[in-house]
């Protein structure tokens, strides 16, 4: 195989995968959220990263040419979105980190669907 074949193939592997994990860790992040309670991030910290990318985001929508309300509030709705996953992939490090994986065929089960479901949702961003 040549480099280009190669990275025709090992390229949405791997971010496939790397998505997939941090999907994975996403999931156990809500799953310790609303069904244990465990919240690891203070709330001010949420809001001040959500302010951080509400900054960001609302300049990024500004600059493709959105009209005044518009990019307030297409920045806001992103902020939220990445906000979300943001504290939702680090509450499930923290939960992994303190209890551990669970046993290998969830974890593996958990990171194959969460690749699957990366795989999908790139496929369909980079078709358009």
């Given at each position: 195989m040549d480099k280009i074949e190669k990275s025709?193939?090992?390229y949405p592997l791997a971010v496939s995968l790397a998505l997939g994990f941090i999907l994975f860790l996403c999931?156990?992040?809500?799953?310790?959220?609303?069904?244990?309670?465990?919240?690891?991030?203070?709330?001010?910290?949420?809001?001040?990263?959500?302010?951080i990318i509400l900054v960001l985001a609302s300049k990024f929508v500004?600059?493709?040419?959105?009209?005044?309300?518009?990019y307030i509030l297409g920045g806001a709705i992103i902020s939220g979105v990445v906000?979300?996953?943001l504290v939702s992939v680090y509450n499930g490090a923290l939960w992994i980190v303190k209890n551990?994986?669970?046993?290998?065929?969830?974890?593996l089960f958990g990171i194959g669907f969460?690749?699957?479901?990366?795989?999908?949702?790139?496929?369909?961003i980079s078709s358009r």
């Open positions: 025709k193939i090992f999931g156990y992040g809500v799953y310790s959220a609303l069904f244990l309670g465990i919240f690891s991030v203070r709330h001010s910290v949420v809001f001040f990263v959500f302010a500004e600059s493709r040419g959105a009209e005044f309300p518009n906000t979300f996953i551990g994986f669970p046993n290998l065929d969830v974890t969460a690749t699957i479901i990366s795989f999908v949702l790139l496929s369909l």
